[in-house]
C-alpha cells in the first residue's frame, strides 16, 4: 500500500536481530487517524524462529546468578529512562495518550518494573523443615521454567509488556513477547538497547503482530510452557482452550467493572478529584478505571452538581499539548463501540450530564479526523443495563445513588468481574467491614491507584486467573521442587 510520507516500519526482534517480515499491518496514530507505523504482520514461521532462539538461550541466560541477571535488567532500566523522553513522545503518538501521561506514568513506571524485578529476585528464599524422627530434612529449590509466552495490550503498552519481561527474565526464564499490533513501536525501541544492556541474544525475542495470527501460534506451540497475558476476557477464553491440550501454566489479567462507593461521610475535597481520575486518567483506557459510582443518597445531589463541573474542566485535545488531561481513543472502531453505549444508556431512558452528544468538542485543526471523545457522566441507569454490566474501556462513568451499606455491597458485587474497587469513608470500622466483602482483587479507600509491586495484583471472577508482584511472579515464573534428604 502507499503512503504519502515516509513511515515507520518495524520488525522483528529474533535471537538479537531485526528481521524483516513478508507482510505488514498499517497502525494508526489515533490523534490524527494517519497512519504512523507498519507492524509485521507475523505468523507461525516468525514464531517458531522466535521460540526456538528462546529455548537456545535458555541454558546459558538461566544459568546465570540472579546477581548478573539484577545487573543486566538493572542496566535495561538505565537505558530506557536515559531514553525516557523518546519512547514518551513515541506512545503518545501511538496510543493516543496524553505525552503528560506518558511522560510521568507509563514510561516511568517501565523503569521501575525492570528495578523493582532486579531488586526483589534477590531477596527470595526457600523453604525447610526438618523431621528429626525420620532422619529427615526437606527443602524446596526454584529454577526457571523454559520459554515465557508474553502477550501485552494496547492500553499502556511498555508499562504492561515490561511489568512481564522484568519477572520472566529476572527468574531466569527466556521470552517470547507479541506486543498489541496497534502500540508496538515502543517495544521496538527498546529491543535496540537489549544488547547495549547485556542481554544475550535469544534471551528476549519480540513477535509483532495479530492475535489471532501471532498469539495464537504462541499460545499453541508446544515448547512454550508459560503463557502471562493481559487483556479482554473474550480472548482469554479462547487462550484457555488452545493451552489446554498442553497443560500450560497461564496468568491471565483482564477486564474489569470497577465501583466506587461514596458513602455520605466521604471527604469531597479528596474523593471528587480522585475519582473524575479514576474514571477518566488515559481516556479510561485503564482496567483498574472505575466506571461506576455509588452515592450514598444523602450526597447524591451535591457529589453529582460537583463531579459533572470537574468532569466539563478537563480538557480534550491534542496529546502533545502538555495541559491536555484526555487524549484520543485507541481506534476508530474503539471508539464508535464506547460511544454506542452512551446511545444504548439514552436509549433506556439514563440521562447524559456532559460529554458525548451533550457538549460540543472543538479540536485542533490536525486533529479533527482523530478519535476523540470528552468525558462522559451518566446518572439514572439501572443496575442490569449493559452500560453498568460491560466493560466499557473509555471515558464513561455511570453515577447512581444508594441507601445502605449492605445494599451497595449487593450491588458493587453483581457484576461478572472482579478486579478493583474504591471505597471512600471517614469511618475505619467501615472500610475494613466494606472491603473485605467485595468480591475485588484490590481495594483501594479513600485514594486510587496506589500501588505498592511487593503485593498481589490480579481479579477475581471473570477479571483474572492468578496474580501478579513480587512474590507471586517469581512463583509463576519458577519451577518449585521439593527435595527430601535422609541422613
Known amino acids: 500500500m502507499a503512503h504519502s510520507k515516509a513511515v515507520l516500519v518495524l520488525e522483528n526482534f529474533i535471537a538479537g536481530n531485526f528481521v524483516p517480515c513478508s507482510s505488514y499491518i498499517d497502525s494508526y496514530n489515533p490523534s490524527t487517524g494517519d497512519v504512523y507505523c507498519r507492524v509485521p504482520d507475523s505468523g507461525k514461521e516468525e514464531v517458531e524462529a522466535a521460540v526456538k532462539a528462546a529455548k537456545n538461550a535458555f541454558p546459558i ?11 543486566i535488567l538493572n542496566k535495561l532500566a538505565d537505558l530506557i529512562e536515559h531514553d525516557l523522553e523518546a519512547f514518551a513522545q513515541a506512545e503518545s503518538k501511538d496510543q493516543g495518550k496524553t505525552i503528560t501521561f506518558a511522560r510521568t506514568v507509563d514510561i516511568p513506571r517501565a523503569v521501575y518494573n525492570f528495578r523493582f524485578f532486579a531488586s526483589s529476585i534477590l531477596h527470595h528464599t526457600t523453604e ?7 532422619g529427615c530434612v526437606h527443602y524446596t529449590s ?20 515490561t511489568w512481564k519481561i522484568a519477572p520472566a527474565i529476572a527468574c ?7 506486543p498489541s499490533e496497534m502500540t508496538s513501536v515502543t517495544a521496538w525501541m527498546m529491543c535496540k538497547l537489549l544488547e547495549k544492556a547485556g542481554v544475550p541474544h535469544g534471551v528476549v525475542n519480540v513477535v509483532f503482530g495479530m492475535g489471532t495470527k501471532a498469539g495464537e501460534a504462541l499460545v499453541c506451540h508446544p515448547d512454550v510452557p508459560l503463557i502471562s497475558f493481559t487483556g479482554s476476557t473474550l480472548t482469554a477464553q479462547r487462550i484457555t482452550e488452545k493451552s489446554a491440550p498442553h497443560c500450560k501454566r497461564l496468568s491471565l489479567e483482564l477486564g474489569g467493572k470497577n465501583p466506587a462507593i461514596i458513602f455520605d461521610d466521604a471527604d469531597l475535597a479528596q474523593c471528587i478529584p480522585t475519582t473524575l481520575r ?3 486518567a488515559n481516556q ?12 450514598q443518597r444523602g450526597i447524591y445531589s451535591e457529589f453529582l452538581k460537583r463531579f459533572v463541573a470537574e468532569a466539563k474542566k478537563w480538557k480534550v485535545g491534542n496529546p502533545s499539548d502538555p495541559t491536555v488531561d484526555v487524549g484520543a481513543l485507541i481506534s476508530k472502531e474503539h471508539l464508535e463501540k464506547v460511544r454506542s453505549y452512551v446511545k444504548k444508556a439514552q436509549a433506556e431512558g439514563a440521562r447524559v450530564l456532559c460529554g458525548e452528544g451533550v457538549d460540543s468538542l472543538a479540536l485542533p485543526a490536525g486533529n479533527r479526523k482523530g478519535y476523540f471523545m470528552l468525558p462522559t457522566v451518566i446518572a439514572e441507569v439501572k443496575d442490569e443495563s449493559c452500560c453498568m454490566q460491560e466493560e466499557i474501556f473509555g471515558p464513561v462513568t455511570c453515577v447512581v445513588a444508594f441507601d445502605t451499606e449492605e445494599e451497595v455491597i449487593e450491588r458493587a458485587n453483581s457484576v461478572k468481574y472482579g478486579l478493583a474497587a474504591t471505597v471512600w469513608s471517614s469511618n475505619v470500622g467501615r472500610v475494613h467491614r466494606v472491603a473485605k466483602r467485595l468480591q475485588s482483587g484490590l481495594v483501594w479507600t479513600n485514594c486510587w491507584l496506589v500501588r505498592d509491586l511487593n503485593l498481589p495484583f490480579g481479579g477475581m471472577k471473570a477479571s483474572g486467573v492468578g496474580r501478579e508482584g513480587a512474590k507471586d511472579s517469581y512463583e509463576f515464573f519458577t519451577e518449585v521442587k521439593t527435595i527430601t534428604i535422609k541422613h
Open 61 to 71: 541466560w538461566s544459568s546465570k546468578s540472579p546477581l548478573e541477571r539484577s545487573q
Open 128 to 134: 525447610c523443615t526438618e523431621m528429626a524422627t525420620m
Open 142 to 161: 526454584r529454577a526457571p521454567v523454559g520459554v515465557a509466552g508474553l502477550i501485552s495490550p494496547w492500553n499502556l503498552p511498555l508499562y504492561l509488556l
Open 172 to 178: 531466569g526464564n527466556t521470552v517470547v513477547a507479541k
Open 278 to 280: 479514576s474514571s477518566f
Open 284 to 295: 479510561g483506557e485503564i482496567c483498574l478505571c472505575t466506571s461506576r459510582i455509588f452515592v
